[in-house]
């Protein structure tokens, strides 16, 4: 069965620090993989879309890497604002492509 | 676009009590899901629907029945609430399997 594992649980930076969020995966065989951000009582916004065959995909000051062989995908945020505080959900794609297994997240703080 | 929309936002029920969640998409999407998010447990899939038309179950069905009533509507309805079935439920979407899920806004639902 399908588990996937964020690490850390939280953590806190000050602004204008890069930083890495880390997702693994127990099982290889992955349609593609989804990082999405989740605001405290709203619902998840997807951020960024990486297919199996792909090794990562950018959006402004996010990048997200994956390497299917080891089970990982990282999310580098730069430059990171305190706008950028929220719960960060990395999700995978079963290879049926019919669910997404989510990983119970990351809350990051980011302090002016 | 309204991108995908979900009534009621919250609802307190008591044990035994029935209801219906809505959720609609004006996206033109062929696959519609329903999610739900417990703590400590993440976001879990009970029901999907690749197509107009198909519904499957997902990882935990026990409890709720689903129904397509066209493209852009999928239901998720509990017949006789629990406990167990407090939770916040999300409803999303995509072109198809492959593709991005765009989430609701979610429903938060106590059943007392």
């Known amino acids: 069965k399908q588990e996937v594992t964020q690490i850390p649980a939280a953590l806190s930076v000050p602004e204008g620090e890069n930083l890495v969020l880390n997702c693994s995966f127990t099982?290889?065989?992955?349609?593609?993989l989804q990082w999405f951000r989740q605001d405290p009582g709203k619902g998840l916004t997807s951020l960024l879309l990486?297919?199996?065959?792909?090794r990562e995909q950018t959006s402004g000051r996010l990048n997200a890497s994956l390497d299917k062989s080891s089970g990982r995908s990282t999310l580098y945020i730069a430059a990171s604002q305190p706008g950028d505080s929220a719960t960060y959900l990395c999700a995978v794609n079963n290879q049926a492509g019919t669910a997404l297994i989510f990983g119970k997240g990351t809350t990051l703080s980011v302090s002016s | 676009n309204a991108g995908v929309t979900q009534t009621p936002k919250f609802q307190v029920l008591k044990t035994g009590q029935s209801m219906t969640l809505q959720c609609a998409q004006d996206?033109?999407?062929?696959?519609m899901y329903w999610y739900r998010q417990d703590p400590g447990m993440g976001l879990r899939l009970i029901y999907y629907s690749a197509s107009e038309g198909t519904t499957d179950k997902g990882e935990v069905p026990n409890g709720y029945n689903v129904s397509r009533l066209n493209k852009r509507e999928f239901s998720l309805r509990l017949e006789s609430a629990a406990p167990s079935q407090t939770s916040v439920y999300f409803c999303?979407?995509?072109?198809?399997?492959?593709?991005?899920?765009?989430f609701g806004p979610g429903t938060r639902l106590t059943v007392t």
């Open positions: 999303a979407s995509s072109l198809d399997r492959r593709y991005e899920q765009y």
């Open positions: 990486i297919q199996s065959s792909q």
């Open positions: 099982d290889s065989a992955i349609y593609n």
């Open positions: 996206m033109n999407h062929n696959s």
